[in-house]
């Protein structure tokens, strides 16, 4: 059973670009989390996500930042007009219906932003 | 606000000799508490986690963490280190409310002397 898959693992973009990051959840899973790791920083949750539905984005940015998980296709996280201060590791993690407080972490995308 | 405090961006132990990873938490309910570790540039995995019952936990890899509601604290524990234990390792909770929004400890470096 393949694990949490994140891709790509590392993408660089220049200011003003956008930045696509793409996670696939663990077979069976239908819940998943998108976390930022800053530099020197422990991570910070942004988005839960169900197949089609936005169920707390309470820690995404107000502007630039989108979120989707479609029925079918992994999860995308979206950064338009990247800036500076984007550059961190993304992860995204997911979980089984039944076990919300169980996280299956996949291993990250570092973005940076030149 | 909910906060983690680990104690020490880095520790180094000599190979054999006791690991403690400290873990602080601010919450005035007990939350859900979780040990995760992050080898390079690979994912988080789960080593044990706390929901509630006993309060001394056993995880993967020889690791045990006790919940101390008195002193706030979920420190993480190995009588005997190894070589493969180096890593950086995350202490978390759970958001008041939440089974899901974790929050993060900033992390330990662990590094082990040969």
């Known amino acids: 059973n393949a694990g949490v898959m994140q891709n790509p693992r590392h993408l660089v973009r220049r200011r003003g670009q956008e930045a696509r990051l793409r996670c696939s959840p663990m077979?069976?899973?239908?819940?998943v989390y998108w976390y930022r790791q800053l530099p020197e920083e422990g991570l910070k949750f942004m988005v839960y996500l169900q197949k089609e539905n936005i169920i707390d984005e309470s820690g995404m940015p107000k502007e630039r930042f989108s979120a989707e998980f479609p029925k079918e296709g992994p999860s995308i996280l979206r950064i338009q007009q990247v800036v500076r201060g984007d550059s961190a590791a993304y992860f995204c993690?997911?979980?089984?219906?039944?076990?919300?407080?169980?996280?299956?972490f996949g291993p990250g995308t570092r973005l940076t932003v030149l | 606000a909910q906060s983690v405090t680990q104690l020490g961006s880095h520790v180094s132990v000599s190979e054999g000799a006791l690991v403690l990873l400290r873990c602080n938490y601010s919450s005035s309910v007990p939350p859900y508490l979780f040990w995760y570790v992050q080898y390079p540039n690979q994912g988080l995995q789960l080593l044990l986690k706390y929901t509630t019952g006993a309060t001394l936990v056993k995880g993967i890899n020889g690791f045990e963490a006790e919940f101390k509601k008195s002193e706030t604290s979920f420190h993480l524990t190995k009588p005997s280190a190894h070589m493969s234990d180096a890593a950086e390792y995350f202490c978390a909770v759970t958001l008041l409310d939440s089974n899901y929004q974790l929050i993060w400890g900033a992390g330990t470096k662990l590094i082990i002397k040969p």
């Open positions: 993690a997911s979980s089984p219906l039944d076990s919300a407080d169980t996280q299956y």
């Open positions: 077979k069976g899973h239908s819940h």
